[in-house]
Antibody
């Protein structure tokens, strides 16, 4: 079964850090680009970051650039998001999503169930 | 990275057709045939309905179709059914500096 399972979310104070993980199974992980997409409570989808199949191409939304770092470990079929200097506006459900291509094209055909990040004092 | 523009809401009766527009710029929708559409039911993860402007993934009903003209993409749902009631989001590739941008979402109500 093709599956993405996120973990690592939780309640964190402003200014602190958190690392999200996404475990992939059921497909050849290193054949595809991967992304993080978030959704604040009651709001729409926001692309956060993406990484190509070999980590050669990485992109970030302006809202997280310089604070978040995406990475992947193809040997472990895992995607990560290191989030530093967290702000209240980063509070959201964070989805891991598989791209249909090896490069970032924005066609997300597989989604995880999400992990909730709450930034609050 | 400006969000693509979608109507906040659309509605239709069962059996009717509706179209949701998604307006971007010449830097995203207008430059690439990499527009996708997602359906999201409450409390659920989004589901890919259309990719590369007009292609349907396996298992998606042929009642869903996509198109593009200039900087505006469109999703058409024909033969509306109650289960089509959901939020719909468009998404476009925006080049190697911005990569991906979503629309604000459209709530579809089936009357």
């Amino acid at each position: 079964e093709v599956q993405l399972v996120e973990s690592g979310g939780g309640l964190v104070q402003p200014g602190r850090s958190l690392r999200l993980s996404c475990a992939a199974s059921g497909f050849t992980f290193d054949d595809y680009a991967m992304h993080w997409v978030r959704q604040a409570p009651g709001k729409g989808l926001e692309w956060v970051s993406g990484i190509s199949w070999n980590s050669g191409s990485i992109g970030y939304a302006d809202s997280v650039k310089g604070r978040f770092t995406i990475s992947r470990d193809n040997a472990k079929n895992s995607l990560y998001l290191q989030m530093n200097s967290l702000r209240a506006e980063d509070t959201a459900l964070y989805y891991c999503a598989k791209d249909k291509g090896i490069e970032q094209e924005g066609a997300f055909d597989i989604w995880g169930q999400g992990t909730m990040v709450t930034v609050s004092s | 990275q400006s969000a693509l523009t979608q109507p906040a809401s659309v509605s239709g009766s069962p059996g009717q057709s509706i179209t949701i527009s998604c307006t971007g710029t010449s830097s995203d929708v207008g430059s690439y045939n990499l527009v996708s559409w997602y359906q999201q039911h409450p409390g659920k993860a989004p589901k890919l309905m259309i990719y590369e402007v007009s292609k349907r993934p396996s298992g998606v009903s042929n009642r869903f179709s996509g198109s593009k003209s200039g900087n505006t993409a469109s999703l058409t749902i024909s033969g509306l059914q109650a289960e089509d009631e959901a939020d719909y989001y468009c998404c476009s590739y925006a080049g190697s500096s911005s990569y991906v941008v979503f629309g604000g979402g459209t709530k579809l109500t089936v009357l």
